[in-house]
């Protein structure tokens, strides 16, 4: 709870991604990775409740095996956020502040989660807190799962893309892009909010749920992290979050 608000984070996730099929239960450094994501958040000093909403049997299972709290959803459901809207439903809808926390984020800990959840909470006129990093433009260029982000001068989201941001148009320059990073405290309001808007043009065409909100001239707060941080959205990506979470923990 924080300022009277009770918090509910929620975890989506499922099975059969194009991108790479079984990620959530995947091990990095002896643990599932959806269980690394839960045990981060879990440690937030503001989150009433923790649960992961998945379509699957296969991660209802391995959460009955971990003691995890979880929540069946429909498989319908296109965008994670929509799938946190379900079971912040299913729940009983009794939450001033909801996070989606993606289950591809296994580094993420429970400090910049709740930096995320300070800054919603502090910004009246925001509709939504997403965590970013700063990423070299030669990394950025290369790598489409990684979705960037450019920002006005108070930090609020101009553009999502899955392609550089911002372009190199005038020869070679030196210089970082923001990366998103998928850890995203917002209102109850703006969640109902975002699941009764259509879907949208550049949303569509980008795959990336933060856009909605932008789309439709509501506020999303960039807030960035100095953390060491790789999501995992394929085998490489496993490989290298396995390789920072043995420096920062040891081997399990």
Not at 97 to 113: H, K, R, T, Y
Not at 140 to 153: A, G, H, L, R
Not at 198 to 206: D, F, G, L, S, T
Request: with cysteine; charged share 30%.
């Amino acid at each position: 709870m924080i300022d009277k608000k009770r918090v509910l984070v929620v975890i989506p996730a499922r099975m059969g991604g194009y991108r790479y099929p079984d990620k959530p239960l995947r091990k990095l450094n002896g643990m599932a990775m959806i269980e690394w994501v839960y045990k981060h958040a879990s440690k937030s000093k503001y989150a009433d409740k923790v649960v992961i909403s998945t379509p699957d049997d296969s991660i209802i299972e391995f959460c009955k095996d971990r003691n995890l709290d979880f929540d069946k959803t429909s498989a319908s459901h296109r965008r994670g956020t929509e799938r946190v809207n379900e079971t912040f439903k299913n729940l009983g809808s009794n939450y001033e502040v909801i996070v989606n926390f993606q289950g591809d984020e296994p580094l993420v800990l429970a400090d910049d989660l709740d930096r995320a959840i300070e800054c919603l909470i502090a910004e009246e006129d925001i509709a939504c807190v997403n965590l970013f990093k700063m990423m070299s433009y030669t990394e950025s260029e290369i790598d489409q799962n990684e979705v960037k982000v450019v920002t006005d001068v108070n930090n609020n989201a101009l553009y999502f893309s899955r392609n550089p941001l911002p372009a190199k148009w005038l020869g070679d320059k030196t210089f970082e892009c923001k990366v998103e990073i998928c850890v995203m405290p917002m209102t109850n309001e703006s969640l109902t909010r975002f699941v009764n808007l259509p879907n949208c043009y550049y949303e569509e065409i980008e795959s990336v749920d933060m856009l909605r909100f932008v789309e439709n001239g509501l506020k999303v707060r960039m807030l960035e992290t100095k953390a060491e941080i790789k999501s995992v959205d394929c085998e490489e990506d496993r490989v290298e979050a396995e390789r920072m979470l043995i420096k920062q923990y040891g081997v399990l």
